[in-house]
């Protein structure tokens, strides 16, 4: 059943509980302070009124009156700290429920939102839930019992007295309720503008190296500046539809005089109240002014913190990849077996049909075939990227879907085609394969994968820093790295994904004799461009199109594969090319 947003919120609130009821005990407290200064000027005023010279009682009254205002300042202070602790503490939680369902969901998924409408979720949306939940949690409460104790204590006064002090509540109605009515829509397409102007500007900045190769620095800024116009746009508009009501709403919720200034006159020139009872009426209906007023302003907050929940409500409910969560299977090899498999992106175009294949325990086999054949996608089913839609995946004889996330992970070691750098040392970046690798293992993965001669010619050598995305470093010395990841993660299957492709020759054939000396103990699974350097797999598969067009060694598949044939032959053509331009 799908969760209601103040489900969800409490959700991740529950845990901060006790926080939250310590915060609304003292904001009770300094409200409840806070009305103490409006009684004690009801009395003050009577007793100047009625010539009553007591100094005494007035010095009294006076330094009750500070005291009231000291605690209440106090106590507010007390519960906004335990407010805000207790609201930053659900949040981080939210925040962190969103990244784990991002990485438990499949990538098909988590790529289809853009890297802004991500960010924006994690960070700017869920940042909107803070103020409203620290301060409506416990002001909220406080106010609203505050204003029943007044009005209960009205109503003994006189019930025509209480009922005049609420008199502004359905006259504020009809402005809050024409305000309410299309909030929710104008909010959305806030949102929406707002996504917008966090799409544009990580797409922009994503996207500098092509924008400045093209020289399409005009047109592209000129995009980035037109969505922020177009949100500051939209902002403007709203507000200038919104001001009138929005304000009418302000300024007529708090005004409590309006009803009980007639009415308490009213009554005293009647002779149903005394002086001192319409004294404080009409202070304990100012003193209602300022609850009142949060009221009005918590109506806003309260919706704009329901569509802030809404929005990260689609992050937190996609769909998982189900894991086992206990071992049930016992991988008894490095084998991997592929039966009958057929995948499809989108229903409609299959990319993968009708996948066989056997790969022996500590074999290398080599997948190749041209751009777009379905290489990648086949690599990443068996990662489980994606899960398969018929047909079945075994490793060492135990169904994909039958490992736990832990054993998958352990497993399988995987380069992709992009290789991805983060912000941090060379040596975390190796790291990230095995945070337990001493230092000798992590240079021992680098030489392997010929990482020490550039690392070397680095200022820090392995302690140097390097910013995410590509940094400093080249494509191949990027892929270089990760190759190392791989390495010193020393899983037993290793699926590589052209992961020399940005390599030149010389260090190629070395990374691929590195690997070639890990295949003594471990399956390693390789797509390659260039063929040269997987002439000696144990099996080639020859992939064509999302069907399995050849498999077999080099020698056979030149003999049998047209497919084969045709990427051999434009292979040593380009190298051919390359040897006669040296
Ligand atoms: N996330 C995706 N969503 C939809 N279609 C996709 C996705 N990724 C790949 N495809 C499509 O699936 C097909 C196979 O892509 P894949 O990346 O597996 O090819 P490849 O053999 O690895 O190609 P290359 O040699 O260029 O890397 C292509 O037609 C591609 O357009
Ligand atoms: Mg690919």
Known sequence: MKKNWLQILFHFAKEHKFLFIWSILFSVLSVFAGIVPYVIGARLIAMIVMKQKSYQEFIALFGLMLLAFVLKTIFYGISTKLSHHAAYNTLNNLRNAITNRLMLTSLGIVKHFSAGSIKNAILDRTEEVEIPLAHMIPELSANILLIIVTVIYLFILDFRLALSALLTIPLASIPLFLLMRNFEAKYQAYMQANNEVNNVM????????????????????????????????????????????????????????????PVGIWLYLDGSLNLNQLLLGLSLAIGLSSPLNKLSLFANDFSAMKQSVIDTQRFLELPVLVFNKKEIGQVIDNS?????????????????????????????????????????????????????????????NVALQDLTLHQLNSIISYVTQDSFIFKGTIADNIRMGNPNATEKEVRAAARAARCMDFINKLPQGFQTEISFGNGQLSGGQQQRLSIARAILK???????????????????QQIQESLLKLTKNKTVIMVAHRLGT?????QIIVLD??????????????????????????YTQTEGWHIDNH
Request: hydrophobic fraction near 40%.
């Open 202 to 261: 990580v797409e922009y900045i994503e996207g500098i190296e092509v924008i400045k190769t093209f020289n399409q620095t005009g047109s592209s800024f000129r995009k980035f500046s037109s969505a922020v116009t177009g949100f500051k746009d939209y902002t403007l508009d709203w507000l200038r539809t919104a001001w009138k009501t929005q304000n009418l709403v302000f300024a007529l919720l708090p005004f409590t005089l309006l009803g009980v200034l």
């Open 336 to 396: 991997v077996e592929v039966a009958n498999v057929d995948f499809s992106y989108t229903s409609s175009t299959p990319v993968l049909t009708g996948i066989n294949l056997k790969i022996p325990n500590n074999s290398f086999c080599a997948i190749v075939g041209p751009s777009g054949s379905g290489k990648s996608t086949l690599l990443q089913l068996l990662t489980r990227f994606w899960d398969i839609q018929t047909g079945s995946i075994m490793i060492g």
């Open 490 to 508: 020393d899983a037993p299957i290793i699926i590589l994904d052209e992961p020399t492709a940005s390599i030149d020759l010389e260090n190629e």
């Open 534 to 538: 997987i002439k000696n797999a144990d």
């Open 545 to 570: 199109t999302g069907k399995i067009v050849g498999h077999g060694k080099h020698a056979e598949l030149l003999e049998s594969c047209p497919t084969y044939q045709r990427l051999w032959a434009s």
